[in-house]
């Protein structure tokens, strides 16, 4: 976005950089996780873990994005006083956050099929604590 639109980096773009990749995290995250938790439940693959995942936070992820980016939106135009100034903050987190999304929501979910072959390891360590608590030595099976 800093390039389509001629702006340098400086300060506050890589203050706008580091915004958008803290979101990107967090829906990559929420993403995984849900995948995780829907293949300890229903023990799906990894590729319908995905594709479910993917499905499901779908809306969340595109909510959260285009909230942000549109909060930004102001500020990347350049509105207010010292609007100048704060603008390629505003334009790094809006660019950042639609290659993010992309990303997100098309990418990750392909590295996590490719990736992820075992079980979660919440689900080993849940079988775990119940061969223990039945008083048993864990032996490491599944």
Do not use: C, H
């Not at 976005?1 to 890589?14: D, K, P, Q």
């Not at 873990?49 to 969340?60: D, H, Q, S, V, Y």
């Not at 950042?96 to 919440?122: D, E, N, Q």
């Amino acid at each position: 976005m800093l390039a389509l639109t001629g702006t340098t980096i400086n300060v506050e773009s890589l203050m706008g950089s580091i915004m958008a990749v803290g979101v990107a995290t967090a829906n990559s995250i929420l993403l995984v996780s849900f995948a995780n938790d829907f293949r300890t439940e229903s023990n799906a693959s990894p590729m319908q873990a995905a594709l479910e995942a993917g499905k499901t936070r779908l809306r969340p992820v595109l909510m959260t994005a285009l909230a942000m980016i549109l909060g930004m939106l102001p500020m990347a135009l350049s509105f207010g006083e010292a609007g100048e100034q704060n603008a390629p903050l505003g334009k790094a987190v809006i660019g950042g956050l639609i290659l993010a999304t992309v990303a997100t929501l098309f990418v990750v979910p392909v590295i996590y099929s490719l990736l992820r072959k075992g079980l979660p390891t919440k689900d080993v360590l849940e079988k775990k604590f119940l061969v223990e608590e039945r008083g048993e030595v864990w032996s490491g099976e599944i």
